[in-house]
């Protein structure tokens, strides 16, 4: 049985940075046919235990296992697939689920409802799920991991909480952690700034593909080591001017698959920077 301990910190923290009043991940047995773990976050115990046993996969879940990619749904019950709520279970609307993925095949399914903010989940919210699904398929295949799978839950609990500016990026750089100290510091909202490549919003043009190359033939390979890598550099504020900042980027790894995110934290400094952040 998974450590239900662990997977509930990933419910709960991934359900915060996605943007959704509820979350909830099911784990299905070894024959992939029921049920064997079900976590949630956002709902009250009384209201857990008044819905009663966990989802048998019918309907937009079962969904997910038959054909295991992200689904974004503005109204999930105008879905011809759903099949509709139990007794005593709260109204939504707003729906993302992402499977968990074990060698290609679902094992089982994370999902959120009920964005909040918005009628519906993003792009953005959606990798950001994946990389939370990643946690919690390690989470449950790998027990010895979970020191380290806290340890990067701690730096997007950090990222989140942060006064300062914080930006992730995935692999591809596309931002999905956007917090109030970044857009304080270069004007953008979460909604202009999540789900564009960090290269595209920040760094001018004229600058971009020396910027990328050195991103990815430096930063990458010493992000891959495990390393802290540290600079100076000149991004552009929404209003066109520069700022001089220093900049901490740290990998957040995932143990078979490399880099899972990268951490950007940005320091403004009055030094003189030749380069683009």
């Known amino acids: 049985m998974p450590d239900t301990h662990i997977l509930e910190e990933i419910v709960e923290l991934g359900t915060r940075l996605v943007g959704a009043r509820y979350g909830a991940l099911a784990v299905l047995n070894e024959r992939g046919g029921a049920v064997q773990t079900f976590v949630t976050a956002g709902m009250e115990a009384e209201t857990r235990a008044a819905i009663g046993a966990p989802p048998r996969g019918l309907g937009i879940l079962g969904a997910l296992i038959r054909e295991p990619r992200p689904l974004r749904l503005k109204d999930l019950g105008l879905d011809p697939r759903s099949a509709g709520f139990p007794p005593g279970h709260p109204p939504m609307r707003s729906f993302l689920g992402v499977p968990l993925l074990s060698e290609g095949k679902a094992c089982g399914n994370f999902y959120f409802t009920e964005k909040e903010g918005a009628e519906e989940f993003s ?155």
């Open 123 to 277: 792009p953005a919210d959606e990798r950001m799920a994946e990389n939370f699904a990643r946690l919690a398929v390690r989470a449950i295949q790998h027990p010895a991991a979970h020191a380290g799978i806290r340890r990067d839950l701690e730096t997007f609990r950090s990222a989140a909480a942060d006064p300062g500016a914080v930006i992730i990026v995935n692999p591809g750089r596309e931002i999905i952690v956007w917090n109030e100290g970044a857009r304080d510091l270069y004007g953008y909202t979460r909604e202009e700034a999540l789900g564009r490549r960090l290269e595209e919003l920040l760094i001018p043009p004229e600058r971009r593909e020396a910027w990328l190359n050195r991103y990815l033939n430096e930063h990458v390979r010493d992000l891959r080591a495990g390393k802290t890598v540290q600079y100076n550099g000149t991004p552009l504020h929404k209003n066109g001017r520069e700022i001089h900042v220093s900049v901490t980027f740290s990998p957040i790894r995932h143990g078979e698959a490399g880099i899972m995110a990268v951490t950007g934290t940005l320091k403004v400094t009055k030094k003189d920077g030749n380069e683009a952040a």
